[in-house]
T-cell receptor
Framework: NAGVMQNPRHLVRRRGQEARLRCSPMKGHSHVYWYRQLPEEGLKFMVYLQKENIIDESGMPKERFSAEFPKEGPSILRIQQVVRGDSAAYFC???????????????FGPGTRLTVL | TQLLEQSPQFLSIQEGENLTVYCNSS?????LQWYRQEPGEGPVLLVT?????EVKKLKRLTFQFGDARKDSSLHITAAQPGDTGLYLC????????????FGTGTRLTVIP
């Protein structure tokens, strides 16, 4: 049973370009979370999505950042007009909804390391 | 402000020693999870504790959730070099939000 998959693992962008980060949750998991880990800082929540729905985006910067989780395909975290301060590791996690209940556990992918030059 | 404070931040010990890592907060959590993260990788879930006072054992690792569900500890017996890594606690608040609040992390080095 494959775990959470993220790609690319490493992404280099120049200031002003767009970055697209992809996340495929574990099989059977319908809930996806994105977290950001800045250098020398802890993991911070960004956004929580279900299929075709954003449930909680309270951790997302107001501008340039967006996320989606379409009916088919992976979840996408999109950063427009990247700046140097966006350089970080971005992690996706997923959790299952079983028998009408969202499970506490979140399982993380290997992350995408974004470097903005 | 950090919701979950971990201590110590760094810990370097000899193989065979015991150690305890603490995770403290003034907030109540519905559950608390411990993760270990290797360089360049994502956090790997070790355990979830849900009930106040709960104790869970995973081989040489013992996890405890405080009675008031505000704090937790991780105790490692007879540490081995393979235990080296970044240990993170993360909590789900009782307010109903599903996002995890992560602790500041404890970087453990076990010297052979």
């Amino acid at each position: 049973n494959a775990g959470v998959m993220q790609n690319p693992r490493h992404l280099v962008r120049r200031r002003g370009q767009e970055a697209r980060l992809r996340c495929s949750p574990m099989k059977g998991h319908s809930h996806v979370y994105w977290y950001r880990q800045l250098p020398e800082e802890g993991l911070k929540f960004m956004v929580y999505l279900q299929k075709e729905n954003i449930i909680d985006e309270s951790g997302m910067p107001k501008e340039r950042f967006s996320a989606e989780f379409p009916k088919e395909g992976p979840s996408i975290l999109r950063i427009q007009q990247v700046v140097r301060g966006d350089s970080a590791a971005y992690f996706c996690a997923s959790s299952p909804w079983i028998a009408g209940r969202l499970y506490n556990e979140q399982f993380f992918g290997p992350g995408t390391r974004l470097t903005v030059l | 402000t950090q919701l979950l404070e971990q201590s110590p931040q760094f810990l370097s010990i000899q193989e065979g020693e015991n150690l305890t890592v603490y995770c403290n907060s003034s907030s109540v959590f519905s559950s608390l999870q411990w993760y270990r993260q290797e360089p360049g990788e994502g956090p790997v879930l070790l355990v979830t504790v849900v009930t106040g006072g709960e104790v869970k054992k995973l081989k040489r690792l013992t996890f405890q959730f405080g009675d008031a569900r505000k704090d937790s500890s991780l105790h490692i017996t007879a540490a081995q070099p393979g235990d080296t890594g970044l240990y993170l606690c993360a909590g789900l608040r009782v307010t109903g939000a599903n996002n995890l609040f992560f602790g500041t992390g404890t970087r453990l080095t076990v010297i052979p």
